[in-house]
């Protein structure tokens, strides 16, 4: 292993500007990302991510026909979404997930539709699969400003964000707004969609959103150490998924969220459940292998 080999393989990577502004977009949005993916793994809200991050597409056009810039756009179109889904889903009688079905299949449809009457230079491909390599000055500006706002906000009620995730029905009988909490959450997970779109794009931001907290989950049963689990391993998934879109010239979203993956499948072998099932298809090829 020579220093020239070390330099070329670790070090080379940062001297590239596009690659370090990259890197620290994804890792911040990535960390806020997992924060709140372990509030949303609890209360079953995951699918809720996968909308949010589609029904941006839209905002996004109209912000940049507009000339505003596409974070604005993107939020706006993310409180429109969650708002819809509130409204249909009180006042229809539909379950949830067909709800969020309608309202975000309609709003990315309308995105899609946009796109293709007004002519611009808005990339497809970059708004469904991320364009981490690309990143902005004023994107890197914007990811600095919304992601800790976000992370402070759920840390500071973390508490109430807790008890409404694991006992609802408990943190209405205390006093405490579900409805104010629920929307305080939903707002923060709007939040970090439009950090985390640049990144991984919208297809891939639910990933950022749901794999650190289910890992986080695999690992202990604490929720306290969760909310450090989930940042920590999504953080080190970055790092490696962006080493290894560098290394061997693969798409650097796709890389990221592909290593999260991997990361949870290890986390799950090796899990109690996993070893569990391990032990049994152990012991049926034993079985098996005495029967003949």
Known sequence: MSAEWFYATFIEMWTHTFMVRGFAVTVLAASVCALLSCWLVLVGWSLMGDALSHAVVPGIVI????????????F????????????????SGLKEDTVMGVVFTTMLALGLVLISVFPSQIHLQHVIFGDL???TQSDLLQVVILAPLAAVIVILKRRDLTLFAFDPIHASAIGLSTRRLSALLLTCLAMTVVVAMQAVGAILIV???????AIAFLMTSSFKRMLWIAPLMSALSVTIGIYSSYWYNMASGAAVVLVHGIVFSIVYVFSPRGLDILHRISNLMLARSTRS
């Open 133 to 135: 390599l690309g990143i």
């Open 207 to 213: 990933a950022l959103l749901i794999i650190p907290g």
């Open 63 to 74: 912000a940049y026909i507009l000339g505003f810039p596409f974070s604005i756009g993107a």
């Open 76 to 91: 706006i179109a993310a409180l429109i979404c969650v708002g819809l889904i509130a409204v249909l889903r009180n006042g």
